[in-house]
């Protein structure tokens, strides 16, 4: 069964930058769109970035021009790269397929705690 292990949350100021990495085990993962989603206390977890095996991106309207996806296919790695950091993007941030759950049915990671401080 593939795992996707997230990692690189951390603690930042409004206006900083972070990077978060994925790394999924198994093979065959460029067959699917790889995605990272977030979740804030008392919401529900939504998709925040994709990447398809071609490298085609999409991103929620709420992070676009912030935020970069990118992916190893080799390495079986997504990365996602966050800049210009708001409180709203304070969140756990997991990685999965889009749409979710194609490899790992309802489990889901531990995720990576994003904290922005204003």
């Known amino acids: 069964q593939v795992q996707f292990v997230e990692s690189g949350g951390g603690l930042v100021q409004v206006g900083g930058s972070l990077s978060l990495s994925c790394a999924a085990s198994g093979s065959g993962l460029d067959n699917y769109i ?19 095996g071609g490298g085609t991106t999409n991103y929620a309207d709420s992070v676009k021009g912030r935020f970069t996806i990118s992916r190893d296919n ?13 409180p709203d993007d304070t969140a756990v941030y997991y990685c999965n397929t889009d749409p979710s759950g194609l490899l790992t049915g309802d489990f889901w990671g531990q995720g990576t705690q994003v904290t922005v401080s204003s």
Not at 74 to 86: D, E, F, G, P
């Open 34 to 52: 790889l995605a990272w989603y977030r979740q804030a206390p008392g919401k529900q977890r939504k998709l925040v970035a994709g990447i398809t």
């Open 74 to 86: 080799a390495k079986n790695t997504v990365l996602l790269r966050m800049n210009r950091l708001t």
